[in-house]
């Protein structure tokens, strides 16, 4: 899951011992002549020097293609941060994910992470789609143009941050933001009971109030978490955290897009 404890960048034998297939050395049997592989490691190496660290790293289990599996790392930039007027603190973070069985490209995603609940978020805006490399002709004059581009936009990051500060939501959009929320996350939502007020009940005094930042972080954090009961027909099951990270960076952009639109209602 992309909830990011850690701030210390990882080292190499740190990553390795995580997510073994971003060392890779050679592509997996049967890709095509046309492939060029490149070992993420290569990338962590130029990121670095751009001045971004590892300080998380994912793999998918595999069954097959052991080695080669899609895996996602975590960069931070320790001198870019976003200081709140309230004392809230956001890191911008770079994502990044690949495999070496010829499927996937080089995929860079901007990312948020917010210090008073350790909680990362995926930003889903038309101006943050996903970057991707293609293997073939990569070399660090390229890398350094897409994260270059990256980093101009982090502006909008701020600018999105004060929107949702300055959203006041009422009771009624609250529920329906958990509730659409909730529908973002299950798909038999309709044979699923909650307590939404469970939902939208902080966890910690910085999250009190009812404007969207602090709504959508009081959702994200337990929809994230597993952190509320539902009950499917008679039983009654405690939701479970997310642990794959390819559903927690869906979730997360999902969640990201959902409060923009309460933000369109308002304006």
Known sequence: MLNIKNTEKLTNSQIRQIAPSVFTENAAAGTSEKYTHIPTHRVVNDMELLGWDVIDAKEIKARRNVGFQKHLLVFRNSEIMINGNDGDTVYPQILLTNSHDGKNAFTFTAGLFRMVCENGLVISTQEFENVKIRHMGYDF????????????????????????????LDQEQVLEFAKRALEVRFNDI?????????????????DKGNDLWSVFNVVQEKLVHGMFNYKYGTKVRKARKIKNFRQDMDLNSKLYSLAN???YQEA
């Open 141 to 168: 004059t390229e890398l350094q143009k897409t994260i270059n581009s990256m980093v101009e936009k982090l502006p909008l990051t701020v600018e999105s941050m004060n929107k949702f500060k300055q959203t006041e």
């Open 190 to 206: 309709e044979n699923m009971d909650f307590d939404l007020d469970e939902l939208i009940t902080p966890t910690r005094p910085e």
């Open 261 to 263: 639109e309460f933000v």
